[in-house]
């Protein structure tokens, strides 16, 4: 139970912290694009436009992305899984098919020890 409520935590944290990098990266992109003059102190209407604009389409962009990870994400996986089994099946076969070397004695008794061996 510990161990699970330890995992949950762990990806609960990940989930998190990709959540955040995200959001970081969505502001300051959207920053960089639309605000034109820092010497004002509320933003004008054409930048808070472009912010909405962008943020809107970058959100957008990241559901589509996800929504498209969801589908493929387990066909990916469910390939490897096969290709993992016939890698595993094949060298399993190869294993079978492969006898064990017999060591084999000269049948001339020719060999550097044949006079150790002789009738």
């Keep these: ?68 990870f969801m589908v493929e994400q387990p066909r990916f996986t469910q390939k490897k899984i096969e290709e993992a089994e016939k890698t595993a099946a094949a060298l399993q076969a190869m294993t079978q098919s492969t006898p064990e070397p017999e060591a084999e004695l000269p049948k001339d008794n020719s060999g550097p020890f044949s006079r150790f061996f002789s009738k």
């Design 1 to 68: 139970m510990a161990f699970q409520q330890a995992m949950l935590t762990e990806e609960s944290l990940r989930n998190f912290k990709e959540f955040l990098e995200i959001y970081n990266r969505t502001t300051e992109r959207c920053f960089r694009d639309c605000i034109v003059d820092l010497s004002r102190r509320d933003l004008t209407t054409e930048e808070d436009k472009c912010l909405d604009d962008c943020t809107t389409k970058l959100t957008k962009l990241n559901h589509r992305l996800l929504g498209t």
